[in-house]
């Protein structure tokens, strides 16, 4: 068993912290974890990532590769699709439809979702 995960926000949504509840109930599960984490300017609403590996063998990397993301989780519509070309052809992407809207030229919600 591997899942790769993807976890994108901005500053002050709780991104590293599902990161770290995720990767501490895999690890009470007596699986293997590897943790990687971008931080933009999160006090900012700034870009917020973490990828998440978890399996039950030994893992050697912390990054994802493109294409092979197994559940992208975005607390945020446009960092979800930031993300996009990592996802595999049979993942899944599960976002938040309510924007956080940080920048003066934010799309509108039906371009994002579309």
């Known amino acids: 068993m591997k899942k790769d995960i993807i976890l994108s926000g901005v500053g002050g949504q709780g991104i590293l912290s ?19 984490e971008v931080h933009g300017m999160s006090q900012r609403g700034g870009d917020v990532q973490s990828n998440l590996r978890i399996s039950d063998q030994p893992i050697a990397s912390d990054l994802i590769p493109s294409g092979k993301c197994d559940l992208i989780i975005s607390l945020e519509p446009m960092e979800g699709l930031r993300y996009l070309p990592y996802l595999s052809p ?24 579309a």
């Open 18 to 36: 599902i990161a770290t509840v995720i990767g501490k109930a895999a690890l009470k599960e007596g699986l293997y974890m590897k943790q990687a």
């Open 90 to 113: 049979n993942g899944w992407l599960v976002t938040n439809e309510t924007p956080f809207v940080n920048i003066p030229n934010y799309p509108e919600a039906d371009k994002v979702m």
